[in-house]
């Protein structure tokens, strides 16, 4: 059994906890700093009690992914009140927005980061995963536990909502309270 | 060949690396003529990276990885918890064949090693008091011994979990007194998850 237990544990040191500033990126995005911690023990926890059940040909980062989901969804998320989204099929909610305007510019890293808080969390966690981490749309729909047409609309909406509210933040630069208070609480 | 209606329905799964050979041909086609088509996609293929940027800077502290390293790969290999192990299958083995003394050793054994194994957490439990004794003698047949020594308060949680109640001042009325047998109670303390049990700081009576 010990042997068996060591060979587990090398394997899990291998495949899986190289992928922990990766899972971490995305705690803090979905709980803040705070609690990410918590995120992570809880998703490795729970990662080490069924990693029998991890096919090695898969992909481990997509597989801790689903896993961080599914506890954040069951522990933090139900606290919170969120509206439930449109998904492919429904009805346009984002008015039309066709990336004419220069919305970018310097030092906006506190604008994404707040604008990236404030979009729906499954937009959220779509564009984290396809834009940071990088995975197939494939992938994502997996971790989402949702069809790839969902994945590409949530994609499509929730970068053209991202780029509404940074410019919204890029206009009010220097003169917004509330963007004061966020750089305030960031700090 | 794309026009720009098509670019604008294709341009994240472009951006993506997500068309095909053939249609990534066609974009490319389009996007060598079409300025506005081109500004589309450097503005989406910005602010990919301006989210790259924000989000990559963060990096997990050195305590929270070996947090994770100790409450999975290390926990198994440290000897203590299989020392501790044999020592609690030991006295487990030793409460069937010895005097209501050696249970009474064997439980405080038993809480020694929950203390030990594992890293505990702050919780807040709710679930009724039940008596762990009567429930395996219900379920199980087993020789409880209530009679002589009086019943044991154990917490069954919604779930239907059976959480042991750590021996200590705070919870003293709690395993011992029979009369809150049946109440739902409201505990505050220390979880430790893996060995079933809870340390209790304070408790309400709901």
Known sequence: M???WTGRSRRFERDALPHLPALYRMARQLVGAES???????TYLRAWKYFETFE???????WLFRILRNVWISRWRKNRLELPLAEAGDEQVEPYYDWEDEFLHDEMSPDVE????????????????????????EEI????????????????????????????YGGA????PDREEFLRRKS | MMDCKNIREIVDLYVDGELSPEATVQANAHLAECDSCRRTVDRLNRLRQAVKASVGQYQPTAQLVARVRKSTITSWLRPTIWIAAAAAMLLIAAAFSFTPQVRSAVANGLEFVAFHVEDSRATVMEGKLLCRECLLKDEYGYHALCPTRGHHGSLQTKDGKIWHILDGDASEELIHNSKLLGHTVRIHGRCFR?????????????
């Not at chain 1, 808080?117 to 990088?134: F, G, H, K, N, T």
């Not at chain 1, 630069?173 to 917004?176: C, E, K, M, Q, T």
């Open chain 1, 2 to 4: 010990l042997l068996g």
């Open chain 1, 36 to 42: 990410a911690d918590d995120l992570i023990q809880e």
């Open chain 1, 56 to 62: 090695s040909a898969t992909n481990c980062r997509a």
């Open chain 1, 114 to 137: 707040r604008a990236l808080s404030e979009l729906p969390s499954d937009y959220r966690i779509a564009i984290l995963l396809a834009d940071v981490e990088e995975l197939t749309y």
């Open chain 1, 141 to 168: 729909a997996r971790v989402a536990q949702c069809p790839i047409g969902t994945v590409m609309s949530r994609l499509n909406r929730g970068r053209k909502m991202l780029a509404r509210l940074i410019r919204t």
């Open chain 1, 173 to 176: 630069r220097g003169s917004s």
């Open chain 2, 194 to 206: 893996r060995a079933s049990s809870i340390e209790v700081d304070s408790y309400e009576v709901l």
